[in-house]
């Protein structure tokens, strides 16, 4: 699935997070049809009736885009509801986690050190990712407060030197993801500041078209003067699973394809 085009002063200022389900941003092609194929028991999203240009995924060097291979969603265990589905009470993603991060995009290195034994990474490499030590205590204390289960991740390099993060962070429940996020993730600006951006604010900039429907987003950027290189970030609040993407690069983080990264996780996620 892919992001459309987008520029930052296109859309109107994100409305500040009031709940899970009262964010309703929908994701509108102006000029793509986006279809949605099964593949076996899996979900694949096919493209079908458009430019080469309008397919976020492909779009050309000029808009930014990064090229992203085809996203496939694993299968569901038999019987069991994805985590936005009516019936799921927990909003559990049944689906292996590990299968649901975003791949790498065309080009990029791979981050080895984010793998993890088996695919789950520690605890203390996440926090890792937060500059204060009383930040990082605090967060490994809330949680295992708040039972979390495992940690999944990915990071790549890409030729520009853009440097991404993908870190997915299941608990047992949406309830308790729900009750996290406020607390992480609030409006404003976060509750605990990454390693080498401890100026980032609410980027109220993040376009609505950016955003999947039933996907609760928290997105903030690093402001001016943000040194040698600036930090942008997303927090994703989807059923049990909390994602952080980050993406830091020397000059200026680029919006196009932190937007497009941040789209297509979430809907991998829902």
């Not at 994805?82 to 990029?108: C, F, I, M, W």
Request: no cysteine; glycine share 10%; aromatic share 8%.
């Amino acid at each position: 699935m892919a992001v459309p085009e987008l520029t930052p002063d296109a859309f109107p200022a994100r409305q500040p997070l009031k709940s899970r389900r009262l964010l309703r941003a929908t994701l509108r092609w102006t000029t793509a049809l986006v279809v949605f194929a099964v593949v076996g028991a899996g979900t694949a999203y096919g493209i079908a009736g458009m430019e080469r240009t309008d397919v976020p995924g492909l779009g050309t060097v000029s808009d930014g885009r990064w090229v992203y291979p085809t996203l496939t969603k694993p299968p569901l265990p038999k019987g069991s509801p994805g985590p936005l589905a009516k019936e799921n009470k927990t909003g559990t993603h049944y689906a292996d986690l590990r299968e649901l991060v975003l791949p790498a995009p065309q080009g990029a290195t791979t981050d080895a050190a984010l793998r993890g034994t088996d695919g789950w990474l520690p605890t203390k490499d996440f926090l890792a990712e937060f500059g204060e030590k009383e930040d990082r205590e605090e967060l490994a204390q809330k949680f295992t407060q708040y039972g979390l289960r495992h940690i999944t991740a990915r990071g790549w390099t890409t030729p520009d030197g853009t440097h991404s993060r993908v870190y997915l962070l299941q608990f047992d429940t949406a309830t308790v993801v729900d009750e996290l996020t406020g607390q992480i993730a609030p409006y404003g600006g976060p509750g605990y500041q990454l390693r080498g951006a401890a100026d980032s604010v609410s980027d109220d900039r993040f376009p609505a078209k950016a955003q999947i429907e039933d996907v609760t987003h928290v997105v903030y950027t690093e402001s001016k003067p943000y040194g040698a290189e600036q930090t942008r970030h997303a927090y994703l609040a989807v059923g049990d699973v909390l994602a952080l993407v980050i993406q830091d690069r020397k000059g200026t983080a680029h919006p196009v394809p932190f937007q497009q990264t941040v789209t297509l996780q979430s809907q991998l996620l829902g």
